[in-house]
């Protein structure tokens, strides 16, 4: 009796998180006469594979190329930037030199300055370069996460003992031998932690994206699903295709989630207890 | 030693330099273009840089839409993470005290949100809200959630819907790393659960929630995605509905002056209440 209640409030929770993406499967199953015409949250006739091959058929295939750019600036960033954030903040954490409280605070006060206060005046620097509009003004300034410093310094303080790192010395490894060899495999549910953090901001930056890119190629797929959702009153059968390519560029992150999810629950504790 | 330095060196020198240039570098370039404004001769004239002081700063302090939005999401804030963080800290509450069946499920599927784009995330909303489109024709046919009145809450809710789940999360993996023997004199004292949440577990987790906090007022200040794309739902969300909005179309009139200093203002901002919060719960904790 006395688990009813919490139950009910869990399982009322749980309808109110997956109803809307259920919805969207169903939606997205749906050919443009029935998504009107039948019961919204139960299927119809079955079409999914029509509006899949009528998404990556439509403009040369282009929504394929924005989920393919989305994967590159996504994975390519948090897999890099959080390879440089735990090279510095290991080097924070196990290195005492003149210098360093004021490195952390610096970066530190990084993670306050909103990412988005960034964009314009990142927009008129690279335009000064004449590099607005490419692959790179969008990649480059992803590669940057302040948190991810702080939370390896954080953790790699706790689960790197410097009697190992003097161990290492002894056995005449270099530093950064040791570091890729040793400590790495130490930080590991760090850098998972740190990397899915990564990925998840890149992947939901908007604004960046929004300010520096022009050309439809090198859209990531949140701005292309943007921008064909803007037109949908003047082009109404892109409305099929907005709601396929949500569900469709929902995916990657949900496989990423259950792959990873076992190794991240730990570093996340360790981030926010601190 | 030396062997230490170039590591060091090796170590931090990638992170610095780019955080330099692509941290430090905007910052100090929007604080220095803000200070210029764009002169012209004659209507038609050529178009020079001069340096125009505290101009776009004056101007910024008497553009009345733009303060107008950031009461709007001050407004928007003061709701929207309490009732999130609130959410949040009684599912992680619920999820430690051992009285659900489940847990490995419920996690996973309040996490699910996280996963979705804040800009597809708002796509999706805006179909369920459509009147004629919505599957909840009952509540949408009875209330208009993309009008005037209601378009802001019903933001509200694309936000928490997203971030309930990750917030939990973090207060969740706090609440497991309390030791077990932190409950044994509570027990003695005969103290149930909800006695226990409140005067043990609450106060424990307090870091983690001050952590969330803080993020979820960076987060609200720059309302972006949400916004842009309720624009093609509803006309009540104007082209400077959220600071951010306004920066972004100031930037395409262009007015870059003005939006560099809507952008600095933006950034003090958001660091001052971070800052203020913080030194408020802070004083709390010193008590």
């Known amino acids: ?274 | 030693m030396k062997g230490k330095g170039k590591a060091l060196t090796f170590f931090i020198l990638p992170f610095a330099l780019l955080f330099a240039a692509f941290y430090l570098a905007p910052i100090l370039y929007a604080i220095k273009q803000s200070l210029y404004k764009v002169e012209r001769k004659g209507t038609f004239g050529k178009a020079t840089e001069v340096f125009g002081g505290f101009d776009q700063y004056q101007r910024v302090f008497s553009d009345g839409p733009f303060w107008e939005s950031i009461g709007r999401v001050l407004l928007f804030g003061i709701v929207q993470v309490p009732v999130m963080l609130g959410l949040a800290l009684i599912f992680a509450l619920l999820l430690d005290s051992g009285l659900v069946k489940g847990r490995r499920f419920f996690r996973l599927a309040f996490f699910v949100p996280y996963a979705v784009p804040g800009v597809v995330a708002a796509i999706m909303w805006g179909f369920l809200y459509s009147p004629n489109l919505s599957p909840f024709t009952a509540v949408t046919s009875s209330f208009d959630l993309l009008s005037a009145d209601l378009v802001l809450w019903s933001m509200a809710n694309v936000v928490t819907w997203v971030y309930v789940g990750y917030n939990m999360l973090i207060i969740y993996s706090s609440l497991l790393a309390i030791p077990q023997e932190v409950y044994e004199a509570a027990k003695i004292d005969g103290a149930g659960a909800i006695r226990t949440a409140w005067s043990i577990k609450i106060p424990l987790v307090m870091p983690a929630i001050v952590l969330t906090t803080v993020f979820s007022i960076i987060g609200t200040l720059q309302l972006l995605a949400e916004p842009a794309v309720f624009r093609s739902f509803s006309s009540a969300v104007t082209s400077t509905y959220t600071p951010n909005l306004t920066v972004y179309s100031t930037s395409a009139i262009p007015n870059f002056n003005l939006a560099a200093a809507f952008s600095v203002v933006l950034a003090l901002a958001t660091c001052v209440l971070s800052f203020a919060f913080l030194k408020v719960t802070q004083r709390g904790g010193d008590k």
């Open chain 1, 1 to 274: 009796m006395k688990r009813l209640a919490p139950m009910a409030v869990m399982g009322a929770a749980t309808l109110y998180f997956l109803i809307p993406i259920w919805w969207l499967l169903v939606a997205a199953s749906k050919s443009r006469s029935q998504f009107t015409n039948t019961e919204p949250l139960w299927f119809a006739d079955f079409s999914l594979g029509d509006n899949l091959s009528e998404l990556f058929a439509y403009r040369d295939g282009v929504f394929l190329r924005w989920m393919l750019n989305s994967v590159v600036y996504t994975g390519g960033a948090a897999l890099l930037g959080t390879l440089l954030a735990a090279m510095c903040g290991y080097a924070l954490a196990k290195y005492r030199f003149p210098g360093r409280e004021a490195i952390f605070n610096i970066v530190l006060s990084g993670v306050l300055v909103p990412a988005t206060a960034l964009a314009l005046p990142l927009f008129l620097i690279f335009s000064q370069f004449q590099a607005t509009n490419t692959f790179w003004s969008v990649f480059l300034p992803s590669l940057v996460n302040p948190f991810g410093v702080y939370l390896a310094r954080i953790y790699a303080t706790a689960s790197v003992p410097d009697e190992l790192l003097e161990a290492a010395r002894l056995d005449g490894s270099g530093e950064i031998r040791t570091f890729f060899t040793i400590s790495t495999k130490l930080m590991f549910p760090a850098l998972v932690t740190i990397f899915l953090f990564h990925f998840v901001a890149v992947w939901n930056n908007f604004l960046l994206p929004l300010i520096m890119l022009g050309e439809e190629k090198l859209f990531p797929v949140t701005l292309g699903l943007y921008s064909w959702n803007t037109q949908v009153n003047q082009i109404p059968e892109l409305r099929m295709l907005v709601l396929t390519g949500a569900l469709v560029s929902i995916v990657p992150l949900v496989i990423a989630f259950l792959l990873l999810q076992r190794f991240w629950r730990n570093g996340l504790g360790s981030g926010a207890i601190k």
